[in-house]
Every structure is written in C-alpha cells, then in structure tokens.
C-alpha cells in the first residue's frame, strides 16, 4: 500500500499547479484522501480532503475557492491549486484513510513522501 505525490515545483504568485496522489497497491475504493501541507517552521495543515466517492469535499477557509480536489478513473487524486500566493510555500502530502473524511491528519493511516511547492517572484 503505497501513496506518491508528485508535481510540486516552483511558481510565481498568481499562478497554478496541479499536484497528484497517486495510489498503487490498493484501490481507492471507500478510501477518503487528504492534502496536508507543511511550511518551513510551521506545523502541518489540513488543505483539502475528498471522500471516496467524491460527495464530500471539505477546504481549509484559507484555499476555499482557489483549490479543487478531484479523482480520476485510474485510481490518483489530483489537487489543483489556483492563484498561488507565498502562503502555498510548503512540502505538500497526500493522505489516505478507510472510511469517512477527516480534516485531522491524525486519523489517516497512509501518507505519500511530500512534494514541495514554492511560491515565489
């Protein structure tokens, strides 16, 4: 069971980046998937989370409209991040759990190894 997030590099403010999760060694099936991410110095935040189905999706007030969390047939998860400003520096992860979404990164179980992202002119 094995998640590996992918797509993070460098991007001026104002811009875009897709990020995908994607899965092998399980399917996605009744597994709700997380973005967290971590900046330099700070503690890791919840910044999006989608059920497995797709009929819940929760956002941190602070990517609410700009950031869209979404799943593809072939079992990865994308995060689209909009309007990039220096607040999206940071390594961001993928998460998984069976079950239920959560905001809290305590409640999933398996974790890609991070991409970082960084925001800057």
């Known amino acids: 069971v094995q998640l590996q997030a992918f797509g993070g590099g460098w991007v001026q403010p104002g811009g875009y980046l897709r990020l995908s999760c994607a899965a092998s060694?399980?399917?996605?099936?009744?597994?709700?998937i997380g973005w967290f991410r971590q900046a330099p110095g700070k503690e890791r935040e919840f910044v999006a989370a989608?059920?497995?189905?797709?009929?819940?999706t929760n956002y941190a007030d602070s990517v609410k409209g700009r950031f869209s969390i979404s799943r593809d047939d072939k079992n990865t998860v994308y995060l689209q991040m909009n309007v990039l400003n220096a607040e999206g520096t940071a390594v961001y992860y993928c998460a998984g759990r069976y079950g239920s979404v959560s905001i809290f990164s305590r409640y999933y179980r398996f974790w890609g190894q991070g991409t970082l992202v960084t925001v800057s002119s």
């Open positions: 060694g399980f399917t996605l099936a009744y597994y709700a």
């Open positions: 989608r059920s497995w189905n797709g009929d819940i």
